[in-house]
């Protein structure tokens, strides 16, 4: 017996959360899923777009718009911290975008910069005004929120019914809000990405979809961090989408299975971190993780297994004796 | 008195004029690209535009899209500005330009012609899906229409984009090399269907680097290095003067140039 890893026991591990703590792991499991899904499908027009990083770094850039909506409104309310990441995802898309194109820095070492120091310049707010008036507002509890303590979040009631806790309700919405919107506005951001000349040709402009997306990111990343951490939402944002990228060459069914891969991510998930009494946030990363690898693996079309048994059937036809 | 052209911009203004070019300038970081272009492009022409690497063909084509920012001068389509006749705007990109993995079928690519007719928040209808099969039938693709796009041929992937284009309804083709990397029977069926938009009146302007073909494929020739050496019918533009002063004093061209100017002859 390991001290490091707990004993594996069915009974515990997947029955008891279900059986016993319906209420906190249920919206443990929402919560993981829902914040999975919205990420995993902003992700894959990232991933489409070669931008998967910029996710990373619009992800840290929120810090300072959060900080700056503070001190002007003087309260943690959700409209400022939006509006504040709204304003600090554009800020640092622009950042990049100027970089980029105004000087010789290449565009991945655009990113690194703009990031770095709009992640710096957060954390010094946060020490200059936020530490004052006993108010409580620092970098840890933005960037490293716990998604176990969802549960104890106030609940919504409404209109007689209660839906669920605080954090719970507003991330459902923003990840029906972002299924509706890349419904909407499917046509502008498919042609914007596969072809950016022939959509400025056709009168959609790619620049408009290109910060439409990043402050759409911004909203979901921000919506994100405070109940569920950085981990999660940085990860979540490129894992279903390659995922999908080995399941299927259609992107309207890829981003049905980025669904897939965000549900069995939370629920594996939170029965993980049960066995091995860890992070849930974490646990949720590795088994989508853990997902992306079997699909590597095991996927019909390209799969390492295929290719290695396509390989060892036409081997002795090549090279006989 | 009035030359040809005037005469025919006054007579009719507008309708017979499918593109002008007036003082065009485009630079890149703060060199210059394109310098001082004029241009009249009469409505009914087969434009080859040919010049040396690096002369700004694919830049001047872009530019009179309004793909890029331009330093001075304009650029008319139908005498209006571009941004306001962009669906009787046509383009073919290089076939490079694209992501050829991305996880499309044919049938998508071919339909993002139409989505400059379809307004914000509408779906591609069912009149669009077949506007989008004739097109993809033109280039003999429609059995591949429901094809993952990267399982096809450089070929196949070039008359691909000519359906998409097809799908756009256009009157002005803007088109960089669609010629590059295709086999014998792809550029036959290019140069037919060429022939075949410029008999029902279309306009199209197509880069191209190869100079022995260019004389075969366009009936006029558009000489670019930097600036516009010449721009008129093929049989008076093609001359060993006028090519020597578009490539100027590189040798291995110039060979070439005298291969092609002798082939004429």
Redesign the interface.
Known sequence: MSPFVPDFDFQRVFIAPWARDLASFGWIALMGFFVTAACGLVGNFLVLRRMALVGDAISHSVLPGMAVAFILSQSRGTLPMFLGALVAGIVATVLIELIHKKSRVKQDAAIGIAFTSLFALGVILINLYAGKGGVDLDQECVLYGEIAFVPLEPMVVFAGQTLGPIPVVRMALVALVTALLIVLFYKELLVSSFDPALAVSLGISATVVHYALMGWLSVVVVSAFESVGAILVIAMLILPAATATFLSRRLPVMLGLTILHAALSAVLGVHLAVWLDCSSAGAMVVAGTALFCAAWVFNPTDGLLYRWFRERLKAPAVHPG | MPSPENKVATDNPGSDISLEIHDLTVAYHKKPVLWGIDLVVPRGKLVGIVGPNGAGKSTLI?AA???LPISSGWVKVFGEPV?KN??R?G?V?QRE???WD????VM??VL?GR??H?G??R??SKQDRDIARECLDKVKMLPYANR?I?NLSGGQQQRVFLA?ALA?ESDLYFMDEPFAGVDAATEAAIVELLHELKSRGKTLMVVHHDLPTARRYFDSLLLLNMRVVAFGPTDQVFTHDLLQSTYGGRLTILSEVAEAVRAKE
């Open positions: 872009k899209m309004g793909l941004k962009l669906t705007i383009y990109p330009s694209v992501d991305f996880p499309v079928s998508d690519v993002m989505y400059g379809l914000l928040l779906r591609p993952q990267s998409r756009q």
